[in-house]
Nanobody, 120 residues
């Protein structure tokens, strides 16, 4: 069982930056990790993922603006968000897979979420 705790959300103006952190309760060196987000009235959507080896994948809407990274020594995954837009406003969730390569069907572990609000 992996427990995940997100932090780093907040209120920022459009064009600004935030860095989200996701701290895991155990060793995640062999786990692929991902970030999702859910805006009010919308379904949860994929943002980015990273394999155990560090290969990354991004949603088109954040490609070039967001960067996912991991520090296995700290059991922590990060999401650096730059050039933020009002449409990035959402609750951001950390997600852990049982596998080294990310597949949502094999990713049952979720954090509680952290709110990101981008003002125009």
């Amino acid at each position: 069982q992996v427990q995940l705790v997100e932090s780093g959300g907040g209120l920022v103006q459009a064009g600004g930056s935030l860095r989200l952190s996701c701290a895991a309760s155990g060793n995640i060196v062999d786990n692929a990790m991902a970030w999702y987000r859910q805006a009010p009235g919308k379904q949860r959507e994929f943002v980015a993922s990273i394999t155990s080896g560090g290969t990354t994948n991004y949603a088109d809407s954040v490609e070039g603006r967001f960067t996912i990274s991991r520090d296995n020594a700290k059991n922590t995954v990060y999401l650096q968000m730059n050039s933020l837009k009002p449409e990035d406003t959402a609750v951001y969730y950390c997600n852990a897979a049982r596998t080294a390569y990310y597949r949502s069907r094999y990713a049952p572990y979720w954090g509680q979420g952290t709110q990101v609000t981008v003002s125009s």
